[in-house]
C-alpha cells in the first residue's frame, strides 16, 4: 500500500495514476473537514489526463487513522511537509521509505533530519497538474519525474519498479542532488522575475534583460560550487521558450492568494550563496523585490 500525503493537485495525480495502474493507494488529507468534503463526493476525482476524462474512485483518510505506512509520498507544498510528515511519525514503519515531490530544497532535508529511521528519497518532477474544481483535476502537461536517494546510497524502492512507463515516465538518478540544484536555479531564474512583473514565462528575458543576466552567471557560481558544472544559461532559455505561455507556479500562487514556495526556491539559493561566500547582489536584489512584491499582496515572505 502506497500512501499519499496531501490531496492537491500533485497528490491526485499520482493518486489518480496509481488507481488507473492497478496500485493500491490511500490519500492523507488535512483533516476530518477535508476527508468529509471527499466523502460527500462519493470519493470521486473526475481526472482529465488530456485525453479525456475519467471518473476514479480514491480512498481518502486522515492524519490520525492507525494504520502503518511503509511507502510515503509527500504531495504537499515545501513550507508544508515538515510539519504534515511530523504528524505521521507514529505511523512511519522503520526501514520504510519517503518519497518527496516538493520544488526548491530544504523540506527534502528537513525532513530526512526529522525521520532518521526511514529512507528518503527526492524526485524531481516536470508535470504540470491542476485542479479546475473541487473534485476534478487536469493533468495538463505530461512531463517526468527524476528520483533518487537523499544523503545515502540507498537502492531505489522496489515498488518504483511496478509503476507503468505509460504514466510515470520517471527514472532513477544517484546522486539526486545535481538534478534538484538545476531544476533550483532554472526556478530561481524564471519565477521570481514572473512575480515581480507579473508576466508569463516567454516574457523575463525583455523584462529583466541585464538583471537575468546577472542572476545567471551568480547561479552558474552557485552551481559550481556544488559540482555542477552544465552551462546554465542554455538550459535556462530553452525552459523558457518551451513554457513561454506558462504561468509559473510561483505566479500562479500569488494570483490564487496562496503562499509561495519562494523561501525554498530563491531563499534557498541565497543562503547557499551566503555560506559558501559567493557574490550574489542579483539575486539577493531579486529576492527583496519579490519579497516586496508578496508584502504588496499580503502575502507570507517566508
Ligand atoms: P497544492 O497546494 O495543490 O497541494 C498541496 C496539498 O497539501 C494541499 O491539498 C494541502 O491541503 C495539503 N496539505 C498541506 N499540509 C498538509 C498536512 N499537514 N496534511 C495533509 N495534507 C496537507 O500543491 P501542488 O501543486 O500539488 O504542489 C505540491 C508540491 O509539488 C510543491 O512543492 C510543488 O512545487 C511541486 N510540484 C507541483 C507540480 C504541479 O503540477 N502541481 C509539478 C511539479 C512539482
Ligand atoms: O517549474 C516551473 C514552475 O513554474 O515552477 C517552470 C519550469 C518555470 C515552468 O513554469
Known sequence: MLYILGAGSLGLLWAARLQQAGIACRVIVRNAQQLEAWQQRNNRLLFNDGNGNHALTLNFETPDTTRMIRHLIVATKAHAALEAVRQLRHRLRPAGDILMLQNGLGSQQAVAQACR??????????????????????????????????????????????LPPALFDWRWQTPIMPTLWRKLAINCAINPFTLIYNCHNGEVPTRAGPWLDTCLTELQ???????????????VHDVIRSTAANSSSMRQDLHAGRRTEIDYILGYACRQARQNDLQAPALERLLDAAKDCLRRHQLPTD
Open 221 to 235: 557560481e552557485l552551481l559550481r560550487a556544488q559540482g555542477v558544472t552544465e552551462e546554465l544559461a542554455p538550459l
Open 117 to 162: 529511521a526511514q529512507q528518503v528519497f527526492a524526485a524531481s518532477v516536470t508535470d504540470g497538474a491542476w485542479q479546475p474544481a473541487p473534485g476534478e483535476l487536469t493533468w495538463a502537461g505530461r512531463g517526468s519525474t527524476v528520483v533518487g536517494p537523499l544523503d545515502s546510497g540507498a537502492p531505489c524502492p522496489e515498488w518504483f519498479n511496478r
